[in-house]
């Protein structure tokens, strides 16, 4: 009986450490948006941090590492580089 009321907490407290993390990294990359920082970079460390829990953040991760991607590769080929077919 302790056991499985130990486990129940444990992970309601994991969820909730997960949650308050990711979202002051969240909330402080969109604030680094518009104050000089690495906004950039410290937005999708914020979602993977949410995205370890929750099923819309990992969506919404996938989402935006297919946009950089997609740049990436349009930086390349305006670049005179070459897009590698993957």
Same mark, same amino acid.
């Not at 104050?35 to 906004?39: E, M, N």
């Not at 305006?78 to 993957?86: F, H, I, L, R």
């Given at each position: 009986m302790w056991k499985a009321m130990i486990d129940v907490t444990y992970r309601q407290a994991r969820r909730l450490v997960i949650l308050i993390t990711g979202t002051v990294l969240l909330l402080v990359g969109v604030a680094l948006i518009f104050?000089? !920082?690495?906004?950039i970079v410290v937005i999708p460390? !914020?979602?993977?941090v949410l995205s370890l829990e929750f099923a819309w953040a990992r969506r919404f991760l996938a989402h935006v590492r297919r946009r950089i991607s997609e740049q990436q590769r349009r930086m390349r080929l305006?670049? !005179? !580089?070459?897009?590698?077919?993957?």
């Open positions: 104050l000089p !920082g690495p906004a460390a !914020g979602l993977a305006k670049n !005179g !580089g070459y897009a590698d077919d993957e």
